[in-house]
């Protein structure tokens, strides 16, 4: 459980300037800690030695606000464009739990999570915020 709480406390830090945590993030963090708590396995290794669904699920809150940052002030990206990609992959992943959560395989699973992150890329824009 410390493990999880540094984890994030040092993702998060520097992050004060970051676009706050989207529709991306937030579906993958409750679908991640619900699946967690239902008796499913992290897949993610960065994440899985956690142990606790909600740590868990807060850790990948904070790697991902922590990955908008570095893209932004590192990578050259605007913050919009760092935001929409960050918050892109974040829908796909929540498309996946979602699917898998409903019993799909993964290669289904992951068609569902490239349909969702496909999805939201469109309706948000993300073209746009990346030219």
Same mark, same amino acid.
């Given at each position: 459980?410390? !493990? +999880? %709480? $540094?984890? %994030?406390? !040092? /993702?998060?830090? @520097?992050? $004060?300037? /970051? ?8 579906? =993958?963090?409750?679908?991640?800690? &619900? ?14 030695? !956690?142990?606790?669904? &909600?740590?868990?699920?807060? $850790? ?6 922590? !990955? ?5 002030? &590192? @990578?050259?990206?605007?913050? =919009?464009? %760092?935001? &929409?990609?960050?918050? /892109?992959a974040g829908m796909a992943a929540g498309?996946?739990?979602? $699917?898998v959560l409903a019993g799909a395989a993964?290669?289904? +699973? ?6 969702? @992150?496909? @999805?939201?890329?469109?309706?948000? =824009? +993300? ?5």
């Amino acid at each position: 459980m410390l !493990i +999880g %709480a $540094a984890l %994030a406390t !040092i /993702t998060l830090t @520097g992050c $004060a300037t /970051t676009r706050a945590p989207g529709l991306g993030t937030a579906l =993958d963090a409750a679908t991640t800690a &619900y699946a967690l708590d239902h008796g499913y396995s992290e897949a993610n290794p960065l994440l899985s030695s !956690i142990g606790d669904p &909600y740590l868990t699920a807060l $850790a990948a809150v904070g790697v991902k606000q922590g !990955i908008k940052y570095s893209l932004h002030e &590192y @990578g050259g990206l605007s913050e =919009d464009c %760092a935001h &929409y990609g960050v918050e /892109t992959a974040g829908m796909a992943a929540g498309g996946w739990n979602l $699917a898998v959560l409903a019993g799909a395989a993964t290669g289904p +699973g992951l068609i569902v999570g490239l349909l969702f @992150g496909t @999805g939201y890329w469109m309706w948000a =824009d +993300g073209e746009e915020a990346c030219r």
